[in-house]
């Protein structure tokens, strides 16, 4: 299912040898970058390697509906994040997360918009939603800079190992494709 997409300044494409060495530095094992995730950073480039080769290449040779877009800058093609896609029966979650060196030039929204209208053009879902922990301000920004609108009466709680061991409050977000440019 998944294709390559190029937007005006990325590529969202597979999983390519190498790209597990920017994306390890700057994001899967950086603190900053892992502190609103569900998991703890990677601790060796294998552990890094390993879920790319599983979400950006594996999946998409089987056509799993589950998978993992690598963000790319579109000149260098130096690997800069991830997007993630899960499709549950006409409903998909999207989750992202970039690179430390990135953060602050758009790149995320870019990215995100670009798999929505993917998303939207070959009408995988009709519906997709994301959450993210109420304190995390750029997570919020990019979802609706993207065309996502707060869900209030939706509440989610998850745990944030780098923060703590308590629950936190995340706010969830949703977008109808047919809403969407």
């Known amino acids: 299912m998944p294709n390559m997409i190029e937007t005006e300044r990325l590529c969202l494409r597979k999983y390519q040898l190498g790209d597990e060495i920017s994306l390890y530095e700057t994001y899967f094992s950086n603190i900053d970058a892992t502190r609103y995730l569900q998991r703890l950073p990677h601790l060796t480039i294998q552990q890094t390697k390993s879920v790319l080769e599983k979400w950006a290449d594996h999946y998409w040779s089987i056509n799993n509906p589950d998978f993992a877009w690598v963000i790319s800058d579109k000149n260098t093609h130096l690997a800069m994040g991830l997007l993630y896609f899960f499709n549950q029966e006409n409903h998909g979650e999207i989750h ?13 929204t870019e990215a995100l918009i670009g798999g929505i209208k993917y998303l939207k053009q070959n009408q995988v879902t009709n519906v997709v939603s994301s959450f993210c922990a109420e304190e995390h301000l750029a997570s919020q920004n990019v979802l609706m800079k993207a065309g996502f609108k707060q869900d209030k009466e939706k509440a989610h709680w998850a745990k944030f190992p780098m923060l703590d061991d308590q ?10 494709l047919g809403d969407c440019e």
């Open 96 to 108: 992202f997360g970039l690179g430390v060196n990135f953060h602050g030039c758009g790149y995320m």
């Open 167 to 176: 629950l936190h409050l995340c706010f969830t977000y949703r977008m109808e």
